[in-house]
């Protein structure tokens, strides 16, 4: 499930670390000019909707799920 794609690596640690504390395991991976974060370790793709969609309404970002 990708959260959040920014520019700045500082912005980046930040919503990731607000992700870590709501009980979300995530990942910060970095492509060509993006810190992409991602929330990792769902059990199946209903699970990855799900969180998106708490996420996305916790959070007031736009996620999205993409499969490994």
């Known amino acids: 499930d990708l ?16 992700l870590d504390k709501a009980g979300y395991q995530t990942q910060i ?3 060509d000019s993006l810190n992409l974060v991602y929330v990792i370790g769902f059990e199946s793709r ?4 799900s969180a998106k969609n708490t996420i ?9 799920v993409r499969a490994n």
């Open 3 to 18: 959260a959040g794609a920014v520019s700045d690596a500082g912005n980046a640690k930040q919503l990731a670390s607000k």
């Open 56 to 64: 996305n309404d916790r959070f007031a970002i736009k996620g999205i």
């Open 46 to 49: 209903n699970a990855a909707d």
């Open 29 to 31: 991976v970095q492509k």
